[in-house]
């Protein structure tokens, strides 16, 4: 399924921006940046979703901008660019999907994965935390002022909070799956044989040397 949504980012995706790209001025970026942002956005979380189905980590900015995904640039002096709060709005769209996933995964009879999934996304979330996105009116009310004035792009950023706070959302409703999972007694220890291929070979001998010990005594 990931190398599918590849494939489609590359081949539809990746061709349109390219279009659009050379049709927005150099330096009117932010002039026609509300008529294609969504666009960027939805685009930026495909790519982060198509990644974490395949090895469940996290992209950064630079990697969905580069050409094994979008194909733009990840500065802005450049032009057209992925902007930093389209890549970030993106990764807010993959945690409500992962929200999601995890209720399939427990429909399809997948336990384990919900726990991988609460991990990513506490992960995640630690992570949005450090922009220090306080809910203060006077910021929301000023970044109305400053949109009305100036343009879509000045005080765009004191808007992020709403969609913050979806994510911490998702993370409370993942949080509940797991609990009811470890209720109901579905979190099952991991077999003896995964546990094993864990161990370090040097554990393994110094067993064995321990057992031999005892036997000859």
């Not at 992209?59 to 969905?64: D, F, I, M, R, S």
């Given at each position: 399924?990931?190398?599918?949504?590849?494939?489609?980012?590359?081949?539809?995706?990746?061709?349109?921006?390219?279009?659009?790209?050379?049709?927005?001025?150099?330096?009117?970026?932010?002039?026609?940046?509300?008529?294609?942002?969504?666009?960027?956005?939805?685009?930026?979380?495909?790519?982060?979703f198509?990644?974490?189905?395949?090895?469940?980590?996290?992209?950064?900015?630079?990697?969905?901008?580069s050409?094994?995904?979008?194909?733009?640039?990840?500065?802005?002096?450049?032009?057209?660019?992925?902007?930093?709060?389209?890549?970030?709005?993106?990764?807010?769209?993959?945690?409500?999907?992962?929200?999601?996933?995890?209720?399939?995964?427990?429909?399809?009879?997948d336990?384990?994965?919900?726990?991988?999934?609460?991990?990513?996304?506490?992960n995640?979330?630690?992570?949005?935390?450090l922009?220090?996105?306080?809910?203060?009116?006077?910021?929301?009310?000023?970044?109305?002022?400053?949109?009305?004035?100036?343009?879509?792009?000045?005080?765009?950023?004191?808007?992020?909070?709403?969609?913050?706070?979806?994510?911490?959302?998702?993370?409370?409703?993942?949080?509940?799956?797991?609990?009811d999972?470890?209720?109901?007694?579905?979190?099952?220890?991991?077999?003896?044989?995964?546990?094993?291929?864990?161990?370090?070979?040097?554990?393994?001998?110094?067993?064995?040397?321990?057992?031999?010990?005892?036997?000859?005594?």
């Amino acid at each position: 399924m990931s190398a599918e949504a590849k494939e489609i980012i590359c081949s539809r995706g990746r061709p349109q921006l390219h279009k659009l790209a050379e049709l927005v001025p150099r330096n009117q970026y932010y002039k026609f940046y509300p008529m294609f942002n969504y666009s960027l956005q939805r685009l930026s979380f495909s790519s982060a979703f198509a990644h974490y189905l395949e090895c469940e980590g996290l992209l950064t900015k630079e990697e969905v901008a580069s050409d094994t995904f979008l194909g733009l640039s990840p500065d802005p002096k450049q032009g057209f660019h992925l902007d930093l709060e389209d890549y970030l709005a993106g990764l807010i769209l993959l945690g409500n999907e992962m929200s999601r996933l995890c209720v399939n995964s427990v429909t399809h009879g997948d336990y384990a994965r919900p726990i991988r999934i609460l991990e990513f996304l506490n992960n995640l979330l630690n992570g949005f935390r450090l922009l220090n996105l306080k809910n203060d009116m006077l910021r929301w009310e000023v970044g109305k002022v400053l949109r009305l004035f100036l343009g879509h792009h000045f005080g765009r950023h004191l808007f992020f909070r709403k969609k913050f706070d979806s994510l911490k959302y998702d993370v409370k409703k993942v949080e509940e799956v797991v609990y009811d999972l470890s209720i109901r007694g579905l979190l099952k220890e991991q077999p003896k044989e995964e546990e094993e291929e864990k161990k370090e070979p040097g554990e393994d001998k110094g067993e064995k040397e321990k057992s031999e010990k005892k036997e000859e005594k």
